[in-house]
């Protein structure tokens, strides 16, 4: 393997395209679904390494008010886990967007986010996915750092990986107290595969 | 028959096999939540076969199914085409079922993961619903033990055992804990400290079965006589401490002499003899005179040391 992955000018341009269209697609549906208006940013794409990732998570370990939440997918030879990480978010919030009747305790919390995570993060790849003519199959969604502490569960100076493919996406909903960022993080090695298929729409 | 509707037949036949006797749950809904689909898994576990489940409500069928939590979960499915996942740590389960193992397991029930489907149409439109429910009682009993384990050893870590009085450390840890909020607001705060007097002629004619007796006698007379909010810990060998919150000296010393006339008026029955013994208390008010933990103890070890030279069996607020 390469010892730095390399994305062309191109294949950046087509997946910022496939991704933008992605979101214009999950905004919709997620809009339908929560009957809300869901405010997207532009999807940033790069290349991040290890300790990079490590990063972005520690905000959880260090913070009480950040969440995270992961979830795996896999299919056609690419794979890869989505993060998505809750700033400030209100429970109350996501209960009453998600119209959970019930009192608010640890684990209603803990269903809230998985759910949401599920939402959004389903809603975005699917449109991915459909433009590159891939089914995936997703693992269930996992609250991060509730059995493990962070610094356990993903040590950077150990990943068998140099490279990652990360596309970031931030989501807000009107008139909710919900802001997220969701991290899209591929495999260094489903990065050759994925510019193949972007081959498919450039050509 | 042509050939080709004999191969699709055949391949028909055994992928229902397959379906019916893989060893996970499969459900298929319409929009109306009747069953259209009820394998293997789920006949043998719901005691139901097929004829008895097909075409009802899975809600009549099982009516300990959360009803509108499952159809709001049910909402992101069929909306926006996307898979819906429930794991056992949210609800240990779905569907009320018996563990696999009503021997050896110990569990009372089948804990589930389940996967939600949408299943489409040829025309791409999601009219029915897969379930798909993982029998995870395994990995949720070893995690469940884990933590009960884990509970334990934080316990023990803790506290003495011999009187389940907090142990040294953590109850110093307490104390500096004290000491940094008396700091900061300026509360009364005490400490009393107190031991068994002439402990060791207690061992020595008793033995030290019976002086481990006297000690767990006095632990459980102190914890009878303190507030939910007071820190108590087996300091030494025969020695107690105690953090009052919110206690000035006065208040420090109607608890500690609380506790010294009922130690002085019970006894210890052991091996047909028995032990009257009493203690002596050193109390300490936290002051700003008192500038580290450390100078706490010592003071209050002051006044124990002077309710001990003035003949014991008494309390003594020592003043910085």
């Known amino acids: 393997m390469s010892a730095t992955v390399y994305l062309s000018e191109d294949y ?14 999950a905004a919709d549906r997620l809009a339908r679904l929560l009957d809300t208006f869901v405010v997207l940013s532009i999807p940033h794409i790069e290349i991040l390494s290890p300790a990079d990732i490590a990063m972005a998570l520690h905000s959880i370990d260090n913070s009480a008010s950040v969440s995270g939440v992961c979830q795996g997918f896999i299919g056609g030879g690419i794979a890869g886990e989505a993060i998505i990480l809750f700033n400030d978010t209100s429970f109350a919030d996501l ?48 609250v991060l750092g509730q059995h493990q502490r962070l610094d356990e569960l993903f040590n950077p100076r150990s990943a068998t990986w140099q490279q990652a493919l990360v596309t970031e996406i931030n989501y807000k909903l009107e008139g909710y107290n919900v802001n997220c960022d969701l991290l899209l993080i591929l495999s260094e090695d489903s990065i050759d595969r994925l510019c193949k298929k972007l081959d498919y729409l450039l050509a | ?48 076969p097929s004829a008895d489940a097909l075409e009802h409500s899975i809600f009549d069928l099982f009516p300990e199914l959360p009803e509108a939590w499952f159809r709001r979960k049910l909402q992101s499915v069929t909306v926006l085409h996307n898979a819906a996942f429930t794991t ?47 029998d995870v009682t395994e990995v949720a009993t070893n995690r ?4 009960k384990a884990n509970a334990q050893l934080h316990h023990i870590s803790r ?26 607001y300026h509360h009364a705060c005490s400490l009393i400290l107190f031991d ?58 109607v608890v ?24 002596s208390l050193g109390i300490a008010e936290l002051s700003p005179r008192i500038t580290d933990p450390t100078m706490w103890i010592d003071t209050a070890d002051r006044g124990l040391y002077n309710a001990k030279r003035a003949g014991r069996n008494q309390v003594v607020v020592y003043h910085t």
């Open chain 2, 159 to 184: 506290t003495d055992g011999l009187t389940s009085l907090l142990n040294r450390k953590t109850w110093e840890q307490s104390l500096r804990h004290e000491f940094k909020r008396f700091q900061r």
């Open chain 2, 256 to 279: 500690a002499e609380r506790l010294r006339t009922n130690i002085e008026a019970s006894s210890v029955l052991f091996e047909r003899h028995l032990i009257n013994y009493t203690i």
């Open chain 2, 1 to 48: 028959m042509t050939s080709g509707a004999k191969d699709f037949l055949n391949e028909f036949h055994w992928l229902m096999d397959v379906l019916h006797n893989i060893d996970v749950g499969l459900v298929v809904l319409d929009l109306e939540m009747r069953v259209k689909l009820w394998n293997g898994f789920m006949q043998n576990h719901s005691a139901r």
């Open chain 1, 95 to 142: 209960a009453r967007l998600l119209n959970y009747e019930g009192e608010l305790d640890r684990q209603a919390e803990r269903e809230l986010l998985m759910d949401t995570t599920n939402v959004l993060f389903g809603a975005c790849l699917r449109g991915i996915a459909e433009q590159i003519d891939i089914t995936f199959s997703f693992g269930p969604p996992m």
């Open chain 2, 196 to 253: 068994i007097d002439h402990f060791k002629l207690i061992n020595d004619n008793y033995g030290h079965t019976a002086g481990d007796e006297v000690i767990r006698h006095t632990a459980r007379i102190l914890l009878d006589g303190l507030r939910d909010s007071d820190v108590a810990g087996r300091y030494g060998g025969e020695e107690f401490a105690v953090i009052l919150v919110d206690t000035d000296a006065a208040g420090a010393k």
């Open chain 2, 144 to 147: 469940l033990q884990l933590q």
């Open chain 1, 12 to 25: 950046r341009d087509c997946l910022q395209e496939v991704t933008n269209i992605a979101m214009g697609q």
């Open chain 2, 88 to 134: 056992w740590e949210q609800r240990p389960y779905l569907f009320r079922f018996k563990n696999y193992r009503v021997v050896t397991g110990n569990a009372e029930y089948m804990y589930q993961n389940c996967t939600i489907l949408p299943l489409s149409d040829a025309n791409g439109e999601v009219n029915h619903i897969c379930l798909i429910v993982y």
